[in-house]
Every structure is written in C-alpha cells, then in structure tokens.
C-alpha cells in the first residue's frame, strides 16, 4: 500500500479517497503544482494534509480564516499529526516556540495567515526551514472578480519566485471561468495540473420561494419536513436572528442564535450545543458556517436572501454533507435585494467592482425567479451542464405557475432592436414607459418609435425583471464595456411569434418590489 493511502487510513480513518483525491495527493507528493476545484465538504483539506505528511518538511498552508486554522490545526492534534500555527493570536514566545520545533523537524504542517506569509521576517524563516509544500486555501481570494478579495493573496506569486521546485497546490470552492483564470495568473500556476469536481450536491433538495408571510412560511417548512432535524437558518441582522431564534423557540424547538453581537463564550457555547446535541436550529447571520463541519445537518434555511450565488452555494451546501437527503430552502423578500444593494452601494469597492456585485446579485435574483430546474441553473453558474432537468428541485417536483409574457418580451426585444442596440436597460426601460426625461429619447426621436410609451402596462421592476431573464437565458447578451444589450440568434423566434416566453407568476411582488424601484 502507498504512503498516502496508508494515512488516509491510519491517521485519518477513511478507507477511501474521493473523486479526485488520490490523483491530486499523487501530484503533489511527485513535486508538481496543482489548482483544485472543489466544492465545500468535497474533501479539500486531504489533498494537501496528506502529501504534507508523505514529503519531508514542513507544509505550510495559507489561509485567510483564523477560526478555521485553528479548528483544523486542533482537529489534526487530536489525530496525533504535528501541526500549528502562526497568526496574530500567538504572543511573542507562543511564536518563537512555533518557529523552533519547525526548524527541528518536529512539524509536519505549519498553517499562516497571508498577512504573516507575504511578511519578510516569515520569509526569511521560511528559507531557513525545509518546505515540503505551499497549499493556498481559499485561492478566489486572489480574485478580483470573486467574491472574497484579499489583497495579500495577490502577493503570493512570489511563492513561486522564492521557492522554485516547492510545489503548490492552490484550492478554492469557486469555480467559475474567470475567477479560475485570474487564479492561474496571479499565482503563477501555469504548469500546475487542474483538478474540477461536480459542484453538483444531489442528496439536497433546493427550494425558494417569496416570502409572503414569512415566519409562518419558515415555520411550516420546518414544521413538515424537519420536525427533529438539525438546520441552520440564516438571516441577514443580528435583530432577524434574534427574532426568528425566539419564534422558533416559541414553537417548541431548541433554537439558539448566533451572531457578531454575541460574545465569545455565548457563541461557543451554542455552537457546541449545535455539534453535540441532537435537532438544535442554530440561527445565524453569516458569520456562522466558516469551518463548521457537522455531517448531519438535515436543512439549511435562507430566511434572508444572500449576496451571490457562491454565497448560497457555499452556505447550502453545509446541508447534508453525509450524503442523506437534505434540504436547501430559501424564502426571499424585494427587501433582501433593496438591502444587498444598499450595502454594495456603501462599501468602499471600486465603481467597476461594485458593477461586478450587482451582476452577482442579479444572477441570484435570476435563480430566485426562475421557472426551470434550479440545479440545472445553479449548475450552469458555475459552469457545468447537467444534461436534464434533476427531478428533485421545487420547479422540477411542483412546476410554478407561470404567465404568458411573450408580448411583452417582443416589446423588449424590439425595443432593443430600434435603438440600434446601443442602449442599457434603464433607457431601453425609459422607452418603454415613454419616459423621455433622458435628453437623448427626443434628440435620437427615440419618442417617435412605436415601441415608445407602449410598456405603461408594467412597472419599470417588472421590466427590469423582465429583461433580466431574457438576459440570463440568453435572448439578449450584454456588451461587456458598454451595457447595451444585443439581440441573439435566440431572440428571433420570439419576434417573429413562433416561440413563446414565460415568467414566474409573481404577480404578487409587483406591489411589494416597488421599493425596488429607486435602487
Ligand atoms: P472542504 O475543505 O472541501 O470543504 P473538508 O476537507 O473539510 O472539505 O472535508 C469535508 C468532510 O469530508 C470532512 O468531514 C472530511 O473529514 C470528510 N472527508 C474528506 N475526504 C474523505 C474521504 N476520502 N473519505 C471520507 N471522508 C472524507
Ligand atoms: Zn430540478
């Protein structure tokens, strides 16, 4: 038997690998470098911990969570593997005591912060160690695009000009194209050997619906399908927590909250009791997940809407990680969006980033309306086909009711097409309204067009929302630099009346979303 299986099995008691696991542990320990993408609970920290035990040195491995280094750093003790850390927790002598055993050998994994890595005094250490490997967790951290930046990470590449021949191996759960790409080149991992698993989760059934009266709705889910399961609800403020933490407690249910406003002890000891006792809800603000590893947890509720989709993927994706089914449920509110969008407005991310998180939010908000499988569309976000709808989704099982919005998807379509294909959607919307306040609807006779005035029917939401899913699938493409929109090949059917269009039928939200309106 190899060396890695034979920890796999020793040490940490699995008589398999997964999926990729063997193929990527098998490269490293061979001193090439390797990019992973792997879904959360895929199994990442293996492909590193072992080959950091299989080669001779010290694995140092990156990653950008304190909470997390230690759970894992105390979890591998607990396994009799020698490992620790260095971050800004450790007092001066803790430290020096760290970088000494590391120099004598007796570590096999030393895990730091980025701050600490990219510092020339660790540098410096560093080179006075054997290396075995450097493992880069969390490496869309890198990425502008992605949704995690750190600016820290970009210093990494110098891993590569430092310690030439150490091999890498970066990994992060976020799969999508260009995140991929900008991982590649920051880091410098152009020979490194690509590894991508199926983000598909198969055992967890996704649901969302709106919110209508939501607490009664979060109660009947629960109620009906998780009478004594472990879940975990997610709000977004402290204050819904603590609400919906009450309520739940109301209903007989051992809820407990959990949030930044708690302190320490009283977060630690309701985590605790999520682990150890048996059908305990945890209601959490985001805060909560990070490194959490409970194979049981039967649901995971949105009763907020997150900001993205790797968001709600990362977060659902703690449902169900023993592979039993399990549910991913989400209720969403127009509030959650006019809050999310608040909060991209108020961060201190540049213009053309801050573009970047509304187009993340849009699609997420493209996945709450959608009226085809959700893990088909889920999926496709991270850019991976599944060939048939999954049969176990809401709209798969209970396909949604739906209203014929083919007029109006020619109005939109043809609007486009008028203006020459120069325009956005807020002017395209501002001609179907007959709004011609925007000096350029007279000046271009745009008020002249048929099409001009004839969308009053609706509200500019509605349209938006409209135009949004002629966008996410494809009836019309966005120009990149300049956000007008284009027709496809698609978008001829519909004209020409040979093909039909379909909304969600949310005639309901149409008065709700107009707080939309101004965002
Ligand atoms: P990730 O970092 O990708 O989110 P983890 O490395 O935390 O995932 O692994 C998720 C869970 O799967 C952990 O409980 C881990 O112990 C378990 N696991 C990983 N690899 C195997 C394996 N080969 N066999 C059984 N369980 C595994
Ligand atoms: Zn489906």
């Known amino acids: 038997m190899g060396a890695a299986k034979n920890i796999l099995k020793e040490v940490f008691g699995y008589g398999e690998f997964r999926n990729q696991q063997e193929d990527i542990v098998n490269t490293i320990v061979s001193g090439k470098d390797a990019l992973v993408l792997m879904p959360t ?27 997390l280094m230690q759970d894992q750093v105390s979890a591998l003790k607990q396994l009799g593997v020698k490992a620790a850390y260095i971050n800004s927790t450790l007092s001066a002598s803790e430290e020096a ?61 110098m891993l590569h000009q430092k310690f030439p021949g150490i091999p890498r191996i970066a990994l992060t759960a976020t ?35 709106e919110q209508e009266n939501g607490k009664q709705q979060l109660w009947r889910f629960i109620k009906d399908n998780h009478a004594n399961d ?52 945890i209601v959490a603000t985001i805060a909560f997940g990070m490194g959490i590893d409970k194979p049981d947890v039967r649901f995971v509720a949105h009763f907020s809407m997150p900001k993205n989709i790797e968001s709600y993927y990362q977060e659902t994706g703690r449902a169900g990680r023993d592979g039993h089914p399990s549910n991913a449920w989400m209720a969403y509110n127009y509030q959650d969006v006019v809050m999310q969008r608040q909060f991209i407005k108020d961060s201190d991310a540049g213009d053309e980033h801050k ?13 709450c309306e959608q009226l085809e499988c959700r893990r088909q569309t889920l999926l496709r976000y991270f850019e991976e086909t599944l060939p048939e709808p999954c049969g ?59 099409v001009f005035g004839l969308g009053k029917e609706h509200v500019k939401t509605w349209w938006r929302r ?33 093909e039909s269009f379909y909304l969600r039928d949310v005639v309901k939200a149409k008065n709700k979303s107009k707080k939309a309106e101004e965002v």
Request: glycine share 6%; hydrophobic share 40%.
């Open 392 to 450: 176990n989704c809401d709209n798969c099982l209970n396909p949604p009711e739906k209203i014929d919005a083919t007029k109006e998807a020619q109005m939109a379509l043809s609007a486009a097409y008028r203006t020459e294909q120069q325009f956005g959607i807020m002017y395209l919307i501002d001609v179907l309204l007959g709004n011609d306040a925007d000096e350029r609807v007279v000046e271009l006779k745009h008020n002249k067009l048929n």
């Open 230 to 281: 472990a879940g975990i609800v997610y709000c977004l403020s402290r204050r819904k927590v603590e609400n919906v933490a009450e309520f739940l407690k109301s209903k007989g249910r051992k809820a407990l909250p959990y949030h930044a406003g708690l302190s320490n002890r009283v977060r630690e000891s309701n985590q605790q009791k999520f682990l150890m006792e048996d059908g305990v809800i």
């Open 41 to 67: 609970g895929g199994g990442k920290s293996l492909c590193y911990q072992i080959p950091a035990m299989v080669r001779t040195g010290v694995g140092v491995v990156v990653s950008p969570l304190i909470a």
């Open 466 to 498: 409209l135009y949004r899913q002629l966008i996410s699938q494809a009836y019309l493409d966005v120009d990149s630099e300049f956000g007008s929109l284009k027709l496809t090949e698609k978008a001829k059917p519909i004209l020409q009346g040979e």
């Open 97 to 157: 005591m760290v970088k000494q055993q590391a120099r004598s050998g007796e570590l096999d994994m030393l895990y730091l912060s980025p701050e600490r890595l990219v510092g020339e005094e660790t540098q410096e250490f560093l080179q006075s160690i054997e290396v075995s490997l450097f493992a880069i967790d969390e490496a869309h951290c890198v990425s502008q695009w992605g949704h995690d930046f750190r600016k820290e990470y970009q210093k990494l590449s």
């Open 355 to 367: 573009t970047i998180l509304h187009n993340k939010l849009d699609s997420l908000v493209d996945l």
């Open 175 to 209: 799969a999508d194209q260009k995140v991929r790409s900008e991982i590649i080149k920051e880091l410098q991992l152009e020979d490194a050997e690509i590894y991508i698993s199926s983000f598909d989760r198969p055992n967890i059934t996704y649901s969302i619906e």
